[in-house]
């Protein structure tokens, strides 16, 4: 059962991430940003379920090379995140479905929703890695995508007008 949530919540995040890059369309964002509602609420079933039991489950993943493989485990600590992560998740999906709106761009819209999902998905990582090579990359992308996501409105006049350190 715990399998179950935590590949169904894996799956629904990288569909999220996926599905806005290949279709443009504001139904396909909101599906997106549905898909991390639906990774929260199997996030929450997990990390309920490995906090109640005190269960702590090891997922083998497929393994690149000899000797490098991406093994997640989850203890009581690392489900304290995953449930931190899940409570947050259904806030910033309700909320960005009309905040992507407001940028001209629908490339730059559908950019937005996936790096969201794929942000939301690395930080799931981070926390389940159970080695350190697949933590310092899942810490990449994690970094990465919440860089992309912080310059996305860069054209914005807004944006440009005043630093948001000032001394002044």
Known sequence: MLEALMY????????GTVLPLLYRSKNTRK???GFSLISSVLLLGFAGTVLYTGKEPVFPVIGFLPG???TLT?????????????????GVSVYSVEYV????????KN???????LFILAMLMVILAGNMVGFLI???IMSLSSLLL???????????KKPAFSTS
């Open 31 to 33: 599906t997106a940003f």
């Open 101 to 108: 709106e407001h940028v001209k761009s629908e490339a730059r």
């Open 8 to 15: 169904g919540a894996i799956a629904a995040l990288i569909s």
């Open 68 to 70: 490098l493989d991406f």
């Open 150 to 160: 912080v310059l996305h409105d860069y054209s914005s006049e807004e944006n440009k």
């Open 74 to 90: 989850a203890d009581r600590l690392a489900a304290g995140f995953i449930l931190l992560i899940a409570a947050v998740v259904p």
């Open 138 to 140: 899942f810490w990449e």
């Open 111 to 117: 950019l937005q929703a996936a790096l969201t999902n």
